[in-house]
């Protein structure tokens, strides 16, 4: 039967049987040993399934995945060592030098600096395009070559709403699959598959983990995107893998064909895994997602809307206010709520910000964003920092920008400590 997404965060991905143990168990091994030479080889071969070596697959990351899997509504996922690396990876899986692909704008700084310097130098270009971009601006930054697009459903930190069902349209109307970056709603707010995305990541660091324990990242796939249809222009998953015996993913894997292509052959030589120890503290974190991000969201809201009726408050962004420019999206995709973050900026200015931030006491200023605790940050000088101010234009991250993590502490408390700091701005 179909289970509720609150039933998925506990029970998904791991089923003990009689006598086995109640809480998923930390595989803290390298290898794995079997009886014959014949098994490996089978196992290296693709020709069965099972464990020989974390670094492709792990009895615990492979759990946990399928709880990720249950609840983005796809057909398998895999764990990465870090949202960087799903981003990588999803991107990677699929393009090589002398492709090109798209990309929203309004993402986060190290994803952006990922795509335009180091993804160039290995021949992969990229366009950038305004979530807000017209039917017609996005259609044309297609070319032969492009092999995806890609954007954050709810971007990091400028809160832009990315309209998925018109990126899907135009993705699907030049045969190539729509990747979308789901970290800041998580599956509980967004699940981008309903909506025709066709690959989803996550860095699992933020609202999954909910703690600040362990880095980590996702890619889930739906398993919707026809590769066999566009054979020619996705001949890494048509056409023969050497690599593997002349394997053609999309014949014998069907559905979980690029997943299977990025666990076999991305993680086999590129390596960024997940520790099983990192997965253990994830799964704990997934199994109380649905409580927390609803707790974060009524949080953020109520102290949306009272910085917004604050007179030391420049301008508020958050898609739940209804004067936001996403506030239509926002409830088109998200009607439950978006997440904890909100952006905005005091009217002294830069400095102002400053000793605002400074004089916080319940709300930390720390590189970090989405879990339990109230955070703070300033992004032009801090995530956002190698970016120029044309980009940081683009990427919606003006210069006297505050990024608020609400936390799940009881909001009166957090509003007393925010007046108590503003009156120092």
């Known amino acids: ?7 998925l965060c506990v029970q998904a991905g791991y089923s003990p ?57 796809g057909v398998a996922a895999m764990l990465t060592s870090s949202g960087q690396a799903a ?90 699959p729509l990747i979308v970056d789901n970290t800041f709603p998580t599956p509980i707010n967004l699940r981008p598959f309903e909506f025709g995305a066709d690959i989803v990541t996550h860095s699992t660091t933020k609202y999954m983990d909910g703690h600040a324990s362990a880095v980590g990242g996702a890619i889930i796939d739906s398993g919707n995107f026809d590769w066999s249809a566009h054979a020619e222009k996705f001949a890494c998953l ?63 809201q109520k102290i949306a809307e009272w910085l917004e009726s604050n007179d030391k408050i420049a301008w508020v962004n958050y898609p739940g206010l209804p004067g936001n420019k996403y506030h239509a999206l926002a409830q088109k995709y998200m009607p439950s709520g978006t997440c904890g973050v909100i952006s905005f900026g005091v009217k002294s200015g830069r400095d102002g910000a400053m000793a605002f931030m400074d004089h916080l006491q319940l709300a930390a200023i720390v590189t970090h964003v989405a879990d339990a605790r109230t955070c703070v940050l300033h992004p032009a000088s801090t995530t956002h920092r190698q970016l120029t101010d044309e980009q940081l234009a683009a990427a919606g991250v003006p210069g006297d920008m505050i990024r608020l993590s609400v ?18 701005a």
């Open 1 to 7: 039967m179909d289970k509720h997404l609150e039933t």
């Open 17 to 73: 049987k009689n006598g086995e143990p109640r809480i998923l168990p930390i595989y803290q091994s390298t290898t794995f040993k079997y009886e014959s030479s014949e098994e490996m080889g089978q196992l290296f071969d693709l020709e069965a399934s099972g464990y020989f070596y974390t670094r492709l697959q792990n009895p615990t990351n492979d759990a946990v995945a399928a709880r990720i899997a249950a609840l983005e509504g």
């Open 87 to 176: 981003n990588f990876f999803a991107v990677f899986n699929i393009c090589q030098a002398g492709d090109h692909f798209i990309s929203a704008s309004a993402i986060y700084g190290g994803t952006l600096n990922l795509f335009s310097t180091t993804m160039k130098k290995m021949g992969i270009e990229v366009t950038f395009i305004s979530p807000d971009c017209t039917e017609e601006e996005l259609n044309a930054a297609f070319r032969e070559n492009t092999k995806c697009v890609f954007g954050e459903t709810l971007s990091n930190p400028s809160l832009a709403v990315l309209d998925i069902e018109k990126f899907a349209k135009a993705a699907h109307s030049h045969g190539v």
């Open 238 to 300: 048509t056409e023969p893998d050497e690599s593997y015996h002349g394997i053609r993913y999309a014949e014998k894997f069907g559905k979980a064909a690029y997943i299977t292509k990025a666990t076999s052959q991305m993680m086999r030589d590129l390596g960024s895994i997940q520790s099983p120890q990192n997965a253990f503290l994830l799964n704990l974190g997934l199994e109380t997602l649905a409580l927390r991000m609803a707790q974060h969201c009524k949080n953020a």
């Open 407 to 424: 936390g799940i502490e009881n909001a009166d408390d957090l509003i007393a400590d925010l007046e108590q700091a503003l009156a120092h």
